[in-house]
């Protein structure tokens, strides 16, 4: 069966987001001084093949922690949906 | 009021996603076979000092259409929530 995996992936609080300042300050010079702080992440959305939900959901929780993010300084959470 | 603005930006079907397919071969190499396909786009998330809920969502959309997304290869869509 086919599910989709949306998969958010978000630097820890305690990290410095540099891109994410740079991104604020570049949008407080457009004028947009009501946006108060930007941290900017990944988004990935995966269509794995598994028989059943829980083993696409171990499989997305092993390809976060092994590839799509770096757990020393991220965090991960998905939401898992089946396709018709 | 605070609003934090959830916003994620994700590659138009029809641009092909190198990063994302990179990540493919990568997983299919460790082993996950079941994993068939993979797009890589941006999540970020935006605090925003506004009035009301609809100034806040027009600042995001704004923001968004003007620095955060490159509107002609990138979707964006994003969830709008007030913080206390």
Redesign the interface.
């Known amino acids: 069966m086919?599910y989709k995996a949306k998969i958010?992936?978000?630097l820890r609080p305690s990290i410095l987001d540099v891109q994410?300042k740079a991104?604020q300050h570049?949008?407080a010079n457009?004028g947009?001084t009501?946006?108060?702080?930007?941290?900017?992440?990944?988004?990935?959305?995966?269509?794995?093949?598994?028989q059943t939900a829980e083993?696409?959901g171990r499989?997305c929780t092993?390809?976060c922690q092994?590839?799509?993010s770096n757990p020393v300084m991220e965090d991960f959470t998905f939401e898992l949906e089946p396709v018709n």
Chains 1, 2 share one sequence.
């Open positions: 086919a958010r992936v978000t994410g991104a570049a949008l457009l947009y009501s946006v108060e702080s930007v941290r900017i992440g990944k988004y990935m959305e995966v269509a794995i093949e598994e083993d696409a499989v092993e390809i092994k590839l799509l």
